[in-house]
């Protein structure tokens, strides 16, 4: 009798999710409301950003041939130094130096040469400026490969959030839209990812040196337009949709 007793102790505690209450002399039992069915959607929106290009980059390579390896780096050195040297002049510009190379390459008559590159890459927002250093660069001797607008990171980063902002306010729309398509009511969005467009370095890599200089080393530089540029981010998420409107924590 006392096993017996003790299981039917147990008994009432398997039943927690039911509510018990007295009236009078009859027991009532009250079960929890059923949960809705829940329908999960799954899908993802893109919002883009746009602005003018505030960030001009010109790129420059210095090219020296020599029978002498030595001669040809000590050349080399001495037109980067020049370079160098006179853009500390321009406070405004950004200058980078890369792609050092020295190597052995096969000149006219079949003779081989020891040739010396760099490249050099200027970077600002004040266009004029860095037309008129392009220009004394080129007299130099150094000469110019490529010019490309591009954002600068506080313009790129500013564009990003409103992307962000955007997406956020669009999938939460197309949620409800596609809820109301089905029938259905949105009750929560879940699983939210935020992607975005890689940010590049402040400045982009210098393209490959071309080995034909010597007709644009004494030209006017080119001129160049900032165009506007876009920002893109993109937002998935999976949507509780249900067919009753309640709310389910």
Known sequence: MAFLACSFCITPALSVSA???????????????PRPHITM?????QEEARAVADTLSVYFSAHVESASAITAQQHLNQHINDATTLLKNYKNITCLTSDYSVREEYAPKNQKVWAARQSIILSGADKNTLLEASEKLQKLGLSIDNMQWSLAPATRQKLEEQARLGALKKIRLQAEEDARALGLSLIGLEKVHIGSDPIPDDLPSAPHPTLLFAESRMTTPPQSSAEEQSVSVHVSAQARLSAEETSIP
Do not use: E, M, R
């Open 41 to 45: 959607l799954s899908f993802s929106v």
């Open 19 to 33: 509510y018990a209450a007295t009236d009078g002399d009859n027991v009532i039992t009250t079960l929890p409301a």
